[in-house]
């Protein structure tokens, strides 16, 4: 027991390849319905977005490389401060 047998297998495959296609089958009707509606919003938006990123990511540099520092717990039994 606790294993993994044949027919959980089969579903998390199936379930993942569902997901899968479900994902790019919305992705291709949502672009298709986006070029038909604005090609220009379509080709201008992603670099919008960019920028966008790029400055939030620059104004928040700073903050990012603190918050990301590995801190060392203290080895187990002993009491930190002391």
């Known amino acids: 027991m606790g294993g993994l047998n044949t027919v959980d297998i089969v579903v998390i495959v ?6 899968t296609s479900s994902a790019i089958l919305m992705e291709l009707f949502i672009t298709t319905a986006l070029v038909l509606v604005n090609p220009l919003i379509f080709t201008v938006a992603p670099f919008g977005f960019g920028r ?5 990511a620059m104004l928040l540099r700073k903050r990012l490389a603190r918050n990301s520092r590995v801190r060392l717990l203290p080895p187990l039994g002993t009491r930190p401060g002391r």
């Open 14 to 19: 199936l379930f993942s390849l569902l997901t």
């Open 52 to 56: 966008i990123y790029a400055t939030v």
